[in-house]
């Protein structure tokens, strides 16, 4: 049973950073592609990145693409999110999870693993 553990969420200002990762445990953490997803209160679970595992090759959701960067070590089996300049619409429970397979998708449906999430807020 694979199990996801998400850290480095927090309380910050217009324009910080914070970093979150995600610590893979139980399971096989490679040939599987890692994503993370956010929820805001009162909205559903949307996509913000993903990594795969072979060559690293990332995917990003427009509303974060050039401010996010998603990063995996894979002999840590850990996976990052660096968010940088947050807006306060980015203040969502951020959630680590492992896709289904190696490839690529945007879908809760595309991941069977799943963090318990952490929470950022961006106040302005």
């Known amino acids: 049973q694979v199990q996801l553990v998400e850290s480095g969420g927090g309380l910050v200002q217009v324009g910080e950073s914070l970093r979150l990762s995600c610590a893979a445990s139980?399971?096989?953490?490679?040939?599987?592609?890692m994503g993370w997803f956010r929820q805001a209160p009162g909205k559903k679970r949307d996509f913000v990145a993903a990594?795969?595992?072979?060559?690293?090759?990332?995917y990003y959701a427009n509303s974060v693409k050039g401010r996010f960067t998603i990063s995996r070590d894979n002999a840590k089996n850990t996976v990052y999110l660096q968010m940088n300049s947050l807006k306060p619409e980015d203040t969502a429970v951020y959630f680590c999870?492992?896709?289904?397979?190696?490839?690529?998708?945007?879908?809760?449906?595309?991941?069977?693993?799943w963090g318990q999430g952490t929470q950022v807020t961006v106040s302005s």
């Open positions: 999870a492992q896709g289904t397979t190696w490839i690529h998708g945007s879908s809760e449906l595309d991941y069977n693993y």
């Open positions: 139980g399971g096989i953490f490679g040939n599987y592609i």
């Open positions: 990594i795969e595992y072979s060559d690293g090759t990332t």
